[in-house]
């Protein structure tokens, strides 16, 4: 291990944790010494810290920090300031420092990478900036292309209260950092928010960031380092598994789920079906669950119609050390459970959603990488990971359930990836059985939320005050081209009101979450 230490503006010096030794840095940038030693020690894990943070720095978790290649952590101050809320409203901005938490906005307070990893960053090293916007925009270029991205707090021992050393980027580096790696169009959008919101005109800012390169990261490439976790690995004759389905009136599809699992070559302990039907007094249509199969199945059968339920009187019935959310119109391989066995193994996670496309769709993505959202339908998740997590019943009947049950695990920690080697088709099968039209209680309402209380309700627990106002600019303009106000004073207040009438009934619909 190579630990390198500066002061924030320049690199101070580097210890070899092997041979035991300290050796002075002649680099100019911090950046450039992290990528000098990149090439001086090709297969060390790579360790930056502030000199004042010497002896917190946490040598006995490094192992299981980094425990494959591909893994990239810091923690302490960001680099970025919470304005680029204002542009970019994915869950890694949120990010909670409690935990081990996915995000590209890395801070120079401390952090550590692979060498093999660091070399990659050739085509931004020389480029005038911050230590800690340097590693931001090298993990903003990297995780669409595999690299997993983190806030560590293990990092540090004991009081973490001294994490806070890097500073804050400028406003000017904000607008700058926002050109490189957005469209034109959002440094547009961050200097109106800076404007409506907080009063501030940045026209310097905004000129200067216009001449900023848009960096592309082509250059980038993890394909060369192979992935093995070194956490200790699951036995195959340990993987168990339950599959969650819940189903509503469509009993040749989900048979044809059943069979596809019977078919596994490495089979499920449990199938738990939750079949619903709105008619009172009404039976299963599921005669084929008295057949033999090759696993258990739990069959619960309700008359409470909606998703969110249904799968949480399923998630009550899991036993086993791991659940497979699937869905009862998808079709797949004998080998999915064992492939899905393999990349846990190899990638030492703890969730991760597969790719499930339906008859036509391409798969575009190439590789891994750490998803903003999750499947609900084709899904696999450590048990232990969600004993606190349910699915919401302010999202029943609507949007951002399975998106919100994925903030649910990384707030406590756990990442979501997406593995698209594995692969479903997902049918999209014709709604069968009785259906009942869905009422919301705002329905009679004279003034109709917007955006969906589901989606409000989703949005206000888990974006920033920056994103939700960016969001909220975002719809105004989108919305204002499909609606019959073309006034924009009457638009703006005609918005408003919609907008509010959302954030109450959201609000509402949390308070009476049970």
């Known amino acids: 291990m190579i630990v390198l230490f500066h002061n924030g503006i320049k690199s101070l010096k580097y210890r070899n944790t092997t041979l035991k030794e300290v050796f002075l840095c002649e680099e100019k940038t911090i950046q450039k010494s992290l990528y000098h030693l990149s090439n001086l020690y090709p297969n060390e894990l ?8 010497e002896n917190d720095i946490n040598y006995q978790q490094m192992t299981s920090i980094f425990h494959h290649q591909l893994i990239f952590s810091s923690y302490g101050c960001s680099s970025i300031s919470n304005n680029i809320g204002y542009v970019d409203q994915h869950c ?8 081990q938490y996915p995000t590209w906005m890395m801070s120079g307070d401390i952090g550590g990478a692979y060498a093999s990893v ?25 995780m669409p292309k595999g690299l997993l991205c983190y806030s560590e707090p ?5 009081d973490l209260k001294n994490a806070k050393i890097e500073v804050e980027a400028t406003t000017k580096s904000l607008f700058k950092f926002v050109k490189k790696h957005y469209k034109i169009q959002w440094v547009f959008i961050l200097f109106f928010c800076l404007l409506y919101h907080q009063k501030k005109i940045y026209l310097g800012s905004l000129w200067l960031s216009l001449f900023a390169k848009k960096q592309t990261g082509n250059e980038i490439t993890f394909k060369h380092i192979t992935v093995l976790s070194s956490k200790e690995q699951i036995a195959k004759k340990d993987f168990k598994v339950d599959v969650l389905i819940p189903t509503l009136g469509r009993k040749e599809h989900l048979y044809n789920v059943l069979k596809d699992l019977s078919k596994q070559t490495l089979l499920p302990k449990k199938v738990i079906i939750v079949e619903q039907n709105g008619v009172k007094g009404s039976v299963s249509e599921l005669d084929y669950l008295i057949d033999i199969w090759p696993f258990e199945i739990d069959h619960i059968f309700i008359h409470q119609l909606g998703a969110c339920n249904a799968r949480n009187i399923a998630l009550s019935k899991v036993t086993s050390d791991w659940v497979f959310f699937a869905d009862d119109d998808i079709r797949f391989e004998k080998d999915l459970l064992e492939k899905s066995f393999s990349y846990i193994n190899m990638f030492g996670i703890s969730s991760f959603s597969i790719s499930c496309l339906q008859k036509g769709e391409i798969e575009h993505n190439k590789t891994h990488f750490q998803w903003s959202g999750f499947g609900t339908n084709a899904s696999l998740v450590e048990s232990k990971q969600i004993k606190t997590c349910s699915f919401k019943s302010e999202h029943e009947f609507g949007y951002g359930e399975d998106n919100d049950f994925g903030m649910q695990l990384r707030n406590k920690g756990c990442d979501n990836l997406y593995i698209p080697y ?12 009785f259906r009942a039209k869905v009422h919301p209680k705002w329905e009679k309402d004279f003034i109709q939320p917007k955006p969906s209380p589901t989606v409000m309700a989703y949005n206000l627990k888990h974006l920033t005050n920056q994103q939700l106002k960016g969001y909220k600019l975002l719809l ?39």
């Open 476 to 514: 105004f303009v989108k919305f204002y081209k499909k609606q019959s106000i073309k006034n924009p004073i009457q638009y703006f207040h005609y918005f408003k009101q919609r907008w509010n009438a959302s954030v109450k009934w959201a609000t509402n619909l949390m308070e009476y979450e049970v």
């Open 154 to 158: 293990k990092l540090l021992k004991g």
């Open 422 to 433: 594995i692969t479903m088709l997902h049918l999209k099968a014709p709604i069968g059985g």
């Open 118 to 142: 660091i070399q990659q960053s050739k085509e931004i090293v020389n480029i005038s900036q911050s230590f800690g916007l340097y590693l931001s925009s090298f993990t903003k270029l990297s």
């Open 92 to 99: 890694f901005i949120n990010v909670k420092k409690e935990v």
């Open 46 to 53: 790579l360790i930056w810290c502030h000199e004042k943070l």
